[in-house]
Nanobody, 114 residues
Framework: QVQLVESGGGLVQPGGSLRLSCAAP????????MAWYRQTPTKERELVAT???????NYADSVKGRFTISRVTPKNTVYLQMRSLQPEDTAVYYCNTASGSVDWGQGTQVTVSS
């Protein structure tokens, strides 16, 4: 069972920023397209952004231009820099492979509220 550890969530006002971190096992980080997902009680888990081992990125239309996914290989860490946050971004954010093939971690709560 692979452990994924998300951190960096919190409460921010609309227009604010947060940076999420995901620590992944090396064998997963180095060999897979990594991804950030988010989930609310009323919506199925949504794929937010992906980044390949070569650094190629893709984003959901809802976050394109506001969120940036990146990775730092020496730290086995995937980041999600979130800017211009809006209430609709409120969710629990999870990292995983782009296919969701690893056991899900606890996620990190992002709440955007005025």
């Amino acid at each position: 069972q692979v452990q994924l550890v998300e951190s960096g969530g919190g409460l921010v006002q609309p227009g604010g920023s947060l940076r999420l971190s995901c620590a992944a096992p090396w064998r997963i980080f180095s060999n897979n397209v990594m991804a950030w997902y988010r989930q609310t009680p009323t919506k199925e888990r949504e794929l937010v952004a992906t980044i390949s081992s070569g650094g190629r990125t893709n984003y959901a239309d809802s976050v394109k231009g506001r969120f940036t996914i990146s990775r730092v290989t020496p730290k086995n860490t995937v980041y999600l820099q979130m800017r211009s946050l809006q209430p609709e971004d409120t969710a629990v954010y999870y990292c995983n492979t782009a296919s969701g093939s690893v056991d899900w971690g606890q996620g990190t709560q992002v709440t955007v509220s005025s």
